[in-house]
C-alpha cells in the first residue's frame, strides 16, 4: 500500500546550520505531499505541500520539493534556528479519507 | 474558542474500563478522524467520518468505537482499554474537497 519513509532521528544540528530531512514515499498514483511539524505539547501543524510534480512547498523558510523521478519530497532549510526545534512529519494523501504519515524525525537545534 | 480541542487532555485509566476521548471543532468542518501516535510509527488512522451519522475505519480501528450525532463533535471510545492503548490520541478535521487537516493539540492516554 502507499507509505512514507523519512530519516531516522534524531537530527540534533548548531543554530544556522544547513538541515535536510529525507522523505520517500511509494504510491500507485500521484498524491500531494505534505510536511507537518508538531513543536513540544501540540497537536500538528501543515508546514508545506505540494500536489504535482516538481512543484515546489514552502513557508517560514522552509522548501520541499515534489521529484517524481526519485519519488522523495526532502525538506531543507538554509540556517535553522532554535525554534526550529520540533518534530517533522512527512505524508501523502491519496484520496478523500486517506493521509499516510512518515515515523517522524525529531530536530533539535542549539544555540 | 475557535478552532479544534480535545479533552481531556491526560488520563490515566486501568484495564479493563471504558474512556471516551472528546473532540470538538468550531468550523463546520465535514470530515473529522482519530489517530494515535506511537512511538516509530507516526500517526495511524483509528477512524473517520465523512459527515455526521457517516463513519468508517481506517487503519487500526480494533477496539474503538466512534459515533458523530452531531458536525462538530467526534468522541472515541475504547470500550475495554488494554495496555496497547497508551499512545497520544489526535482529533484532525478538514473541509470537504481540501487536503489540508487541521489537528487538535492531543490527549495523552495511559492505560495501567
Known sequence: GDSVTQMEGPVTLSEEAFLTINCTYTATGYPSLFWYVQYPGEGLQLLLKATKADDKGSNKGFEATYRKETTSFHLEKGSVQVSDSAVYFCALWYNNNDMRFGAGTRLTVKP | ?112
Open chain 2, 1 to 112: 474558542d475557535a478552532g479544534i480541542t480535545q479533552s481531556p487532555r491526560y488520563k490515566i485509566t486501568e484495564t479493563g474500563r471504558q474512556v471516551t476521548l472528546m473532540c470538538h471543532q468550531t468550523w463546520s468542518h465535514s470530515y473529522m478522524f482519530w489517530y494515535r501516535q506511537d512511538l516509530g510509527h507516526g500517526l495511524r488512522l483509528i477512524y473517520y467520518s465523512a459527515a455526521a451519522d457517516i463513519t468508517d475505519k481506517g487503519e487500526v480501528p480494533d477496539g474503538y468505537v466512534v459515533s458523530r450525532s452531531k458536525t462538530e463533535n467526534f468522541p472515541l471510545t475504547l470500550e475495554s482499554a488494554t495496555r496497547s492503548q497508551t499512545s497520544v490520541y489526535f482529533c484532525a478535521s478538514k473541509a470537504s474537497g481540501q487536503e489540508t487537516q487541521y489537528f487538535g493539540p492531543g490527549t495523552r492516554l495511559l492505560v495501567l
